[in-house]
């Protein structure tokens, strides 16, 4: 919402180094039940690996490669090393690193294989996301020639481990997340609001840049493009992959359309997805048509299967997936449901609820059901045949940060219900 107060970075890093704390914790139990005697990860320069702000203090490291290592001590619990091209008594906090001169990477490394000898070494290969194959080429020859020819027989992927630890979320964070879907929330209505259209006037084009604009003015990031789509009575509905494509920028929003908004940010190391839709009021109009009120409800009435009659911790999307789509075809509903685990990656790691994934073998793995307090994009839409659109099927869709309870998804905010409406003339009056 506008006014929602957000943390200057100095606080931010304060604060997410005591979570820091809490999360190392975690690690040995979770590289002991997915089998990870050694876990190493690479920050390589001006190429930050995605687990790197969560396994070590949030703050830039341009080392040229920069290892953190961590070692089941057995009777001496976790081992935590910094090998860094810089010293930084931070690190010291979290690591055993040094704080004047660095140490040889790859004698330092090979020094920890020799005393600890891991059963394996777990590492960012041979995953199904970017996340857990993050691992450059040179950094693993690397790390093998470190480690010797004895040690490199010992790789492993680190998948199922980085996504346990990614995908699960301490309480301290909800509050900040909350925060960061409010500012979302505020940033989106301002957008689809009379303050930035002015129907026959403004540009989707227009539309965008003030978005960039608002990020700035808000002090955060973005992590994908935001983006636009119009649907209107007349002409043509695109589509692209069998979604409603983007609309291009010189399309000049007017009377009668209805606009939707794709849009996210990035605060306190976690990201937002929100999509939302606006009605642009014709002359004589104060609310919008019927039949597109109707197919609104339908996708309320897909979220509410989805996230309240379906989903339960331990359950593998696919399973909550098949039961969605099952009760949406006895009630008439055309639906699609893309949902996606979300919280440190806008794309996270997790169980997803997905129409592309519902029948992978993935998907009913153990490390892949859904994980009681994990954080879910609720992403879906419906195509709903409108009669004052001549019948034409109108796409409602939707996207709602949510987290997961014992009864099931909530919503970090209300979620919408009713169209924002848009006055159609230009001094934002009805007539």
Same mark, same amino acid.
């Given at each position: 919402?506008?006014?929602?107060?957000?943390?200057?970075?100095?606080?931010?890093?304060?604060?997410?180094?005591?979570?820091?704390?809490?999360?190392?914790?975690?690690?040995?139990?979770?590289?002991?039940?997915?089998?990870?005697?050694?876990?190493?990860?690479?920050?390589?320069?001006?190429?930050?690996?995605?687990?790197?702000?969560?396994?070590?203090?949030?703050?830039?490291?341009?080392?040229?490669?920069?290892?953190?290592?961590?070692?089941?001590?057995?009777?001496?619990?976790?081992?935590?090393?910094?090998?860094?091209?810089?010293?930084?008594?931070?690190?010291?906090?979290?690591?055993?690193?040094?704080?004047?001169?660095?140490?040889?990477?790859?004698?330092?490394?090979?020094?920890?294989?020799?005393?600890?000898?891991?059963?394996?070494?777990?590492?960012?290969?041979?995953?199904?996301?970017?996340?857990?194959?993050?691992?450059?080429?040179?950094?693993?020859?690397?790390?093998?020639?470190?480690?010797?020819?004895?040690?490199?027989?010992?790789?492993?992927?680190?998948?199922?481990?980085?996504?346990?630890?990614?995908?699960?979320?301490?309480?301290?964070?909800?509050?900040?997340?909350?925060?960061?879907?409010?500012? *979302?929330? +505020?940033? $989106?209505? !301002?957008? &689809?609001?009379?303050?930035?259209?002015? #129907? =026959?006037?403004? *540009?989707? +084009?227009? $539309?965008? !840049?003030? &978005?960039?604009?608002?990020?700035?003015? #808000? =002090?955060?990031? *973005?992590?994908?493009?935001?983006?636009?789509?119009?649907?209107?009575?007349?002409?043509?509905?695109?589509?692209?992959?069998?979604?409603?494509?983007?609309?291009?920028?010189?399309?000049?929003?007017?009377?009668?359309?209805?606009?939707?908004?794709?849009?996210?940010?990035?605060?306190?190391?976690?990201?937002?997805?929100?999509?939302?839709?606006?009605?642009?009021?014709?002359?004589?109009?104060?609310?919008?048509?019927?039949?597109?009120?109707?197919?609104?409800?339908?996708?309320?009435?897909?979220?509410?299967?989805?996230?309240?009659?379906?989903?339960?911790?331990?359950?593998?999307?696919?399973?909550?997936?098949?039961?969605?789509?099952?009760?949406?075809?006895?009630?008439?509903?055309?639906?699609?449901?893309?949902?996606?685990?979300?919280?440190?990656?806008?794309?996270?790691?997790?169980?997803?609820?997905?129409?592309?994934?519902?029948?992978?073998?993935?998907?009913?793995?153990?490390?892949?059901?859904?994980?009681?307090?994990?954080?879910?994009?609720?992403?879906?839409?419906?195509?709903?045949?409108?009669?004052?659109?001549?019948?034409?099927?109108?796409?409602?869709?939707?996207?709602?940060?949510?987290?997961?309870?014992?009864?099931?998804?909530?919503?970090?905010?209300?979620?919408?219900?009713?169209?924002?409406?848009?006055?159609?003339?230009?001094?934002?009056?009805?007539?």
């Amino acid at each position: 919402m506008p006014g929602t107060p957000l943390l200057p970075w100095s606080q931010q890093i304060t604060i997410r180094e005591g979570w820091l704390t809490k999360r190392h914790a975690m690690i040995l139990p979770m590289m002991r039940r997915h089998n990870i005697g050694m876990w190493i990860v690479v920050n390589e320069e001006f190429h930050d690996d995605p687990l790197a702000h969560y396994i070590a203090p949030p703050r830039p490291y341009t080392g040229n490669r920069d290892i953190f290592v961590f070692i089941d001590g057995a009777d001496q619990g976790l081992k935590k090393f910094a090998i860094t091209g810089y010293t930084e008594e931070n690190l010291a906090r979290f690591f055993d690193a040094p704080t004047t001169e660095p140490r040889p990477a790859g004698p330092t490394l090979r020094a920890l294989y020799e005393t600890w000898k891991p059963r394996t070494i777990g590492l960012g290969i041979n995953g199904r996301r970017g996340q857990t194959r993050s691992l450059g080429y040179d950094a693993h020859q690397f790390i093998a020639d470190a480690v010797g020819a004895d040690g490199a027989a010992k790789f492993v992927s680190a998948s199922d481990l980085i996504e346990e630890y990614l995908d699960t979320r301490l309480p301290e964070e909800m509050e900040h997340y909350r925060a960061a879907v409010a500012v *979302t929330e +505020g940033i $989106v209505k !301002r957008a &689809l609001s009379p303050e930035v259209i002015t #129907a =026959g006037r403004t *540009t989707v +084009g227009d $539309v965008r !840049r003030h &978005l960039y604009d608002a990020l700035w003015s #808000a =002090g955060v990031r *973005t992590w994908f493009q935001p983006d636009l789509r119009v649907q209107r009575a007349g002409g043509d509905i695109a589509t692209s992959r069998g979604f409603l494509a983007v609309a291009p920028e010189a399309t000049v929003i007017e009377p009668g359309d209805l606009v939707h908004i794709d849009f996210g940010i990035s605060y306190m190391g976690f990201d937002t997805d929100w999509q939302k839709m606006a009605y642009v009021l014709k002359p004589g109009e104060t609310a919008a048509p019927a039949g597109l009120r109707a197919a609104l409800a339908n996708t309320n009435t897909v979220q509410d299967a989805l996230m309240l009659r379906h989903s339960r911790p331990g359950l593998t999307g696919g399973a909550v997936f098949r039961a969605t789509m099952s009760e949406m075809k006895e009630r008439g509903i055309e639906a699609m449901v893309y949902s996606h685990p979300i919280g440190t990656q806008g794309h996270g790691l997790g169980a997803g609820i997905d129409f592309r994934a519902a029948n992978r073998s993935d998907t009913t793995a153990l490390n892949s059901r859904l994980r009681l307090g994990s954080y879910i994009s609720i992403e879906l839409n419906t195509a709903t045949p409108v009669p004052e659109w001549g019948g034409k099927k109108v796409f409602v869709m939707m996207e709602d940060d949510a987290y997961l309870t014992p009864e099931g998804f909530r919503f970090f905010r209300p979620r919408q219900e009713a169209f924002y409406l848009i006055p159609g003339t230009a001094r934002g009056l009805v007539p």
